[in-house]
């Protein structure tokens, strides 16, 4: 019995890491209506075009709060660079639409998408 123990302990315990650290893709992914990351920001796109800036920052909240519930299912999983990059676009893209700043704006909406899909991988 203590060598089944002293075998199996380690063996799931790997395997248990090796999972959570494997998750990342399939974590980052909405579990509800109001952590679609995608979605916000096609909504955001969508409002700076039509030059919404209200609407654009209030969008933005809500994507900081969505990325702040994403961000407790993948910190074990997913590179602390494209984290830390995703909340730093984040920042940035508070600071263009307080700007009124279009192409900003843009800049920062496509690299936090280019970061999205690259979280998990």
Do not use: C
Not at 87 to 111: F, Q
Request: charged fraction near 25%; avoid cysteine.
């Amino acid at each position: 019995m203590r060598k089944f123990l002293v075998i199996t302990i380690p063996i799931v315990t790997l395997t248990l890491f090796i999972l959570i650290m494997l998750s990342g893709n399939i974590l980052k992914h909405s579990f509800g209506k109001d952590d679609n990351i995608p979605a916000s920001i096609e909504l955001i796109m969508q409002d700076i075009k039509a030059e919404k800036w209200e609407e654009a920052r209030k969008q933005t909240e809500q994507l900081s709060k969505s990325w702040n519930k994403i961000v407790n299912r993948v910190q074990f999983s997913s590179e602390r660079d494209e984290i830390n990059a995703f909340s730093a676009n984040i920042a940035r893209l508070r600071g263009a639409i307080m700007a009124k700043d279009k192409s900003g704006a843009y800049m920062e909406l496509n690299e936090a998408y280019e970061h999205w899909n690259d979280l998990g991988k």
